[in-house]
């Protein structure tokens, strides 16, 4: 121990700077939850289905629940079954072997069905795009309202395309 305390003395803290105090990604989103629940009036209820991807967008969905973004806190979670679901956020390339199950999991979303695609290969198949092993992009299986590119996107762009997919909706004729 004595060892490394005269190391810390001799040479000093040997750390990154500590990051700035950013708050303008935190006042954003909370901009948006309030947009989302002005929109809804009630709880958004998600199911997030991963149709063959890195698990890169899963990370940045995942950050979604953190507590700096706290989508939970206001209303906005993710559920377990399509049943309860009132969108579905789809991440990664459809391989062949989950075409017929996201097929079903749309089947099983009550109407009105929201759609957002998640990451570049979400959107247009990305690195893998069309070949014998996946269909590619979200909307070659099911309809896709959004889509949010990047790989992965920043969870405040996913928030920001979540709210895209309520306002369609909320102005769609019935």
């Not at 009132?86 to 099983?108: E, H, K």
Request: charged residues 20%; proline residues 8%.
């Amino acid at each position: 121990m004595w060892r490394t305390v005269k190391q810390i003395a001799r040479l000093g803290f040997r750390s990154e700077a500590a990051p700035s105090c950013d708050d303008a990604p935190r006042i954003e989103s909370e901009r948006i939850q309030r947009q989302l629940l002005a929109i809804l009036g009630r709880a958004l209820s998600i199911r997030e289905v991963d149709a063959g991807s890195c698990n890169a967008c899963e990370l940045e969905i995942n950050a979604l629940n953190n507590p700096y973004y706290n989508i939970e806190g206001l209303g906005i979670k993710f559920v377990a079954s399509p049943r309860h679901a009132d969108m579905l956020l789809v991440t990664g390339p459809v391989s062949r072997n989950m075409a017929q199950a996201l097929r079903r999991t749309y089947d099983a979303t009550p109407a009105p069905k929201l759609v957002v695609a998640v990451g570049d290969c979400g959107c247009n198949g990305g690195l893998f795009g069309e070949n014998y092993a996946s269909r590619g992009r979200v909307a070659n299986v099911i309809p896709v309202d959004v889509a949010v590119p990047g790989c992965p996107p920043p969870p405040i762009e996913i928030l920001r395309g979540i709210l895209t997919a309520v306002r369609r909706c909320r102005n769609k004729p019935d």
